[in-house]
C-alpha cells in the first residue's frame, strides 16, 4: 500500500519568513495530494491539493510543488502569520472510487510573533 | 448548514462498558470514515464505508465496529472499552470519485473519549 513520509515534525519560525514542510509518497499511481491544516482543539481542513496533471499550485500565501519522477511534494507558506501556527497534514491517493486518503504523520508550525 | 456531526464531544467511561460514538452528515456524500487521532498526532484510518452496507477495515486494527445502514449516519460501536482506547475519534466523509466528484475529506468536530 500507499506510504506517506512528512518532515520536518516540528518547525518555527518568525513572523514573516517563510515555511517549507516536504512529503515522499511510494505509490507511483497516486495523482491526488491534499493538504489539512489542524488548528489546537480543531477539526483537520483541506487548506490546498494538487493533481498530477499540475506541477505547481498556488492560492494567497501558500503553494504546493510536485514533481512525479522523484515522487515528492512540498507545501510552501509565505510571509508567516502566528494565525499559521497548526499542525499540517500532507496525504496522497490514487484518486479513484475505491481509493483511501494516506497521511503524513503531521508537521506542527510554530510562527513566533 | 451541509455538516458533519458527531456526538458525544467528550465522553469518559469506565472500562468494559459499551459505547456508541455517533456520526451523521448532511454532506450527500456516499463515503465516510472514523480515523484515530491522539492529540496533535497522525491520523490512523480504522473504519472506512463507500456507501449502504459497505464497511471496511481501516490501516490501523481496532477493536471496534461500524455499520452503515443508512447514507447519512456511520456510528463506531466498542463492545468493551479500555484505557488503551482513549484517543480522540474523527468522522469524515467524502464524495464518490467516480461521480466526478473531488477526494476532499470534510471531517466532524471529534469525539474525545477517555476511558478509566
Known amino acids: 500500500g500507499e506510504n506517506v513520509e512528512q518532515h520536518p515534525s516540528t518547525l518555527s519560525v518568525q513572523e514573516g519568513d517563510s515555511a517549507v514542510i516536504k512529503c515522499t509518497y511510494s505509490d507511483s499511481a497516486s495523482n491526488y495530494f491534499p493538504w489539512y491544516k489542524q488548528e489546537l482543539g480543531k477539526r483537520p481542513q483541506l487548506i490546498i491539493d494538487?493533481?498530477?496533471?499540475?506541477g505547481e499550485k498556488k492560492d494567497q500565501r501558500i503553494a504546493v510543488t510536485l514533481n512525479k519522477t522523484a515522487k515528492h511534494f512540498s507545501l510552501h507558506i509565505t510571509e508567516t502569520q502566528p494565525e499559521d501556527s497548526a499542525v499540517y497534514f500532507c496525504?496522497?491517493?490514487?484518486?479513484?472510487?475505491?481509493?483511501?486518503?494516506?497521511f503524513g504523520k503531521g508537521t506542527m508550525l510554530l510562527v513566533s510573533p | 448548514e451541509a455538516d458533519i456531526y458527531q456526538t458525544p464531544r467528550y465522553l469518559v467511561i469506565g472500562t468494559g462498558k459499551k459505547i456508541t460514538l455517533e456520526c451523521s452528515q448532511t454532506m450527500g456524500h456516499d463515503k465516510m470514515y472514523w480515523y484515530q487521532q491522539d492529540p496533535g498526532m497522525e491520523l490512523h484510518l480504522i473504519h472506512y464505508s463507500y456507501g449502504v452496507n459497505s464497511t471496511e477495515k481501516g490501516d490501523l486494527s481496532s477493536e471496534s465496529t461500524v455499520s452503515r445502514i443508512r447514507t447519512e449516519h456511520f456510528p463506531l460501536t466498542l463492545e468493551s472499552a479500555r484505557p488503551s482506547h482513549t484517543s480522540q475519534y474523527l468522522c469524515a466523509s467524502s464524495e464518490w470519485e467516480g461521480r466526478g466528484g473531488h477526494n476532499e475529506q470534510f471531517f466532524g468536530p471529534g469525539t474525545r473519549l477517555t476511558v478509566l
Open positions: 494538487i493533481r498530477s496533471n499540475v
Open positions: 496525504a496522497a491517493s490514487i484518486g479513484s472510487g475505491y481509493s483511501t486518503l494516506t
